[in-house]
């Protein structure tokens, strides 16, 4: 493990003092102020996850369940500075949210309002930090609060306002169609958190690597290890070519592999182990999909299957640094499919209305079933309740951005799931039957934009 991050670090500072052929980034620099851009993203956001149908798998009882409805308003606010002139460029920023409830909100539990001690909504609340960062040529090391896109430690964006970490993050362009990432993050606030260290995160470090080999192959392998939880890996390839009728397809492969670390009690950070040795838990995930596409219609058939003596989990308890979206899957919704050993198959359909004369407006629906899960005995992990537990879920999602005009890129969003599982996968073991609503009406402001 630390020979990988030693090469991962090696690479990155030879990469920094190779001679490219292509512009640096820092010598085009307009200055601090010139180069500074400033938005505001006013959302309106809605979830509602009615589980009325949920199966209490140890009664066998249908039950009544609270449903977690949210609805509120936030305003998520970024400043981001240009580079100064010179061979190193330094700048600054700040990100934020400012958020108040619209409603009671008396059954808030689902990752978009923070809650009191008592479960109680909060009425209103603020979030967020600052950065600074340099530039060396191609290489920018940032500082400081961020919301992060890795495949291996990525900020939940689906709730009202983004998951944040602190911490450090190198992104070197150096070598043409080649990027390298490196980086430690020590403080984890999850969307639904006020406390910039809600998370309770020890240290997480991450590296990783993306490289366009030509237009039409790409290829890219990120890992992270989160001390005292796990140590993750992934990998990503995918190919596009185009057919004689002018249409495209495109292949890709993703696959994780993670190792999880014993509690210091004993016990374990995953929920869906089935054995009773801890010492030794592990989990391999990977998919393959292909996706054809032809004028306003995109297609996608997407195979995915899970290894190993535990499923494809976030983790039990505070540390782990997860907002459950460093899924990059694609049977992902809902559900991400991610079931002791289960096999899932998708059919994707998305409709692009420009078509029909109606721009910025697209419709995806989506049906994925899985089965052959392994499903554990709560008292004795080594028993299994079932090795053929399924799950489903039938999405359906519409989305419509505006074009032009004083309204441009305001975009409303509304989707649904329908969601169910076996009696023996049900709430203790993961979801539980649900129907779900999210709706979101996004109006973003430019406060102010680059000279560039």
């Keep these: 493990m630390q020979n990988s991050k030693e090469l991962t670090l090696t690479v990155l500072i030879q990469a920094a003092l190779v001679s490219t052929a292509f512009a640096s980034e820092q010598s085009e620099s307009k200055g601090f102020v010139e180069d500074a851009e400033g938005s505001v993203l006013f959302r309106t956001g809605y979830l509602h996850r009615d589980k009325t149908n949920y199966n209490d798998n140890q009664t066998g009882a249908r039950e009544v369940v609270n449903d977690t409805s949210s609805a509120a308003q936030t305003a998520i606010v970024k400043l981001d500075s240009g580079f100064t002139k010179g061979v190193v460029g330094f700048g600054a920023g700040i990100i934020g949210d400012a958020s108040f409830k619209l409603g009671e909100n008396a059954h808030a539990g689902n990752d978009m309002i923070p809650q009191h001690p008592d479960g109680s909504a909060y009425d209103h609340w603020a979030r967020g930090g600052a950065y600074v960062k340099a530039r060396v040529s191609n290489t920018t090391a940032t500082y400081g609060t961020q919301v ?257 005009g004083f309204a441009k890129d305001t975009s409303l969003r509304v989707r649904h799931s329908y969601y169910r599982a076996s009696d023996e996968y049900q709430y203790g073991n993961y979801i539980g039957d649900t129907n779900e609503w999210r709706i979101w009406l996004d109006i973003p402001v430019k406060l102010f934009v680059s000279v560039r």
Excluded: C
Aim: charged letters at 20%; zero cysteines; a negative charge.
């Design 148 to 404: 992060l896109d890795l495949p291996v430690l990525a900020s939940n964006t689906a709730r009202l306002v983004p998951e944040y970490f602190t911490g450090v993050l190198v992104e070197s362009n150096e070598i043409e169609n080649l990027s390298l990432v490196a980086g430690k993050f020590t403080e984890n606030q999850r969307s639904s958190q006020i406390k910039s260290d809600g998370n309770e995160l020890d240290r997480a470090i991450v590296w990783g690597a993306k490289y366009k080999f030509n237009d039409a192959v790409n290829a890219s392998y990120y890992g992270t290890d989160i001390k005292d939880r796990l140590e993750r890996h992934y990998v990503n390839a995918n190919y596009s070519y185009a057919l004689a009728n002018g249409s495209t397809l495109t292949h890709d492969f993703s696959g994780y592999h993670t190792d999880w670390d014993k509690k210091s009690d004993g016990g374990a950070y995953t929920y869906s182990h089935t054995t009773n040795d801890l010492n030794k838990l592990s989990n391999n995930i990977w998919s393959i999909s292909t996706t054809y596409n032809k004028g306003p219609h995109n297609v996608m058939l997407a195979y995915q299957q899970n290894t190993g003596n535990t499923g494809y989990d976030y983790g039990l308890g505070q540390g782990v640094g997860d907002g459950h979206q460093t899924i990059y899957m694609p049977n992902s919704y809902l559900s991400d499919f991610i079931g002791n050993d289960e096999k899932s198959a998708q059919l994707q359909y998305t409709y692009d209305f420009s078509a029909m004369n109606v721009p910025g407006l697209s419709w995806t629906s989506a049906f994925v079933y899985g089965w052959d899960i392994d499903v554990a005995n709560q008292n004795d992990r080594s028993q299994l309740i079932t090795s053929d537990a399924q799950e489903r879920e039938f999405f359906n999602q519409v989305k419509y951005t505006v074009q032009s």
